[in-house]
Nanobody, 123 residues
Framework: QVQLVESGGGLVQAGGSLRLSCLAS????????MGWFRQAPGKEREFVAH????????YYADSVKGRFTISRDNAKNTVYLQMNSLKPEDMAVYYC????????????????WGQGTQVTVSS
């Protein structure tokens, strides 16, 4: 089993930055592809970014491309999401997820999920 714990959410003004972290319990963390997703009230969970097990491949939703950066440190069992130039429409609960082998954009293909961390962006 893999446990994921997100942190780093909070309240920020539009145009500001936050860095989310997701700490994984798995000894085999480096074998998992990791993704970040978000869910706003009344909306479905949507893909934000994913990263391959090695960190060599990343992919972003068009809505965050150029503003968000996903990265990972396998020595620390942690994946990050650096969020810059935040907009009110980025406000949501952000979740990290782990998937054995290849990263995808489909949340239903991820095996493990964290509890989420709230990001609030004031205009």
């Amino acid at each position: 089993q893999v446990q994921l714990v997100e942190s780093g959410g909070g309240l920020v003004q539009a145009g500001g930055s936050l860095r989310l972290s997701c700490l994984a319990s798995a000894r085999t963390f480096s074998s998992f592809a990791m993704g970040w997703f978000r869910q706003a009230p009344g909306k479905e969970r949507e893909f934000v970014a994913h990263i391959s097990w090695s960190g060599g491949t990343t992919y972003y939703a068009d809505s965050v491309k150029g503003r968000f950066t996903i990265s990972r440190d396998n020595a620390k069992n942690t994946v990050y999401l650096q969020m810059n130039s935040l907009k009110p429409e980025d406000m949501a609960v952000y979740y990290c997820a782990a998937r054995w082998t290849i990263a995808t954009m489909n949340p239903y293909e991820y095996d493990y999920w964290g509890q989420g961390t709230q990001v609030t962006v004031s205009s």
